[in-house]
């Protein structure tokens, strides 16, 4: 069935060290994942993405992993601060019936960075 | 610019209301999209509009009804609504459905009394 799921629903880290948030998906065929960052009372703002033909992807701090093998998706986010405080989410783009796509959110993890 | 909006940002409304929530984007998207979010819970998708035409309803109660008057615009249409619909309304574009990202607005926080 459609499942994103995460492994940690809330996750504590210390300003400046790195952080790892798990993903785990579902459906084999996925070809596309997001990562997501939502702050408390704002919408849902893009961080990071990677295709199913890539294992990795870098931004600034941040690192996306795909394990397709396991069906897996990690965010790494470097030097962690006060500002990356909010939940994170990851998405999966699945193809529906019909040939739409469309994305499917996993629950979410929430990081809390302590000064 | 990269910006989606959403008016109004809070609405309370009856259960006998009819009312609107109205989204923008100006980046020439031509996939919008409509999602429910329950507290602390992600994202569910409600409709995809692709090209001014809808693409997917996730099953929703005809008590919401969405409208994409042109390729910038989408509305979501109340009416009769229960309780259990609050929620914040959030809507997203992109350039495309597949491949590409999506933007979301700010979300509209609707209270249902």
């Known amino acids: 069935g459609e499942s994103v799921g995460l492994h940690l629903p809330t996750l504590s880290v210390q300003e400046g060290d790195n952080s790892i948030i798990n993903c785990a998906y579902s459906?084999?065929?996925?070809?596309?994942f997001i990562w997501y960052k939502q702050e408390s009372g704002k919408g849902p703002q893009f961080i990071i993405d990677i295709r199913s033909n890539m294992d990795k992807r870098q931004g600034q701090r941040v690192t996306v992993l795909l394990n397709k093998t396991v069906k897996h998706l990690s965010l790494q986010i470097a030097a962690t601060q006060p500002g990356d405080s909010a939940v994170y989410f990851c998405?999966?783009?699945?193809?529906?019936?019909?040939?739409?796509?469309?994305?499917?959110f996993g629950k979410g993890t929430k990081l809390t960075v302590n000064p | 610019d990269t910006e989606v909006t959403q008016t109004p940002k809070h609405l309370v409304m009856g259960m006998t209301n009819k009312k609107s929530l109205k989204c923008e984007q100006h980046m020439g998207h031509r996939a919008m999209y409509w999602y429910k979010q329950k507290a602390k819970k992600p994202p569910e998708l409600m409709f995809v509009y692709s090209y001014e035409k809808l693409s997917i309803n996730e099953s929703v109660p005809s008590r919401f009804s969405p409208e994409c008057p042109n390729s910038s615009l989408l509305n979501l249409h109340l009416h009769a609504l229960q309780p259990e619909d609050s929620a914040l309304y959030l809507c997203?574009?992109?350039?495309?459905?597949?491949?590409?990202?999506?933007?979301f607005g700010p979300g509209t926080r609707l209270t249902v009394t």
């Open positions: 459906n084999s065929a996925s070809d596309y």
């Open positions: 998405a999966e783009n699945i193809e529906v019936q019909g040939g739409s796509e469309k994305l499917v």
């Open positions: 997203a574009s992109s350039a495309g459905t597949g491949w590409y990202e999506q933007y």
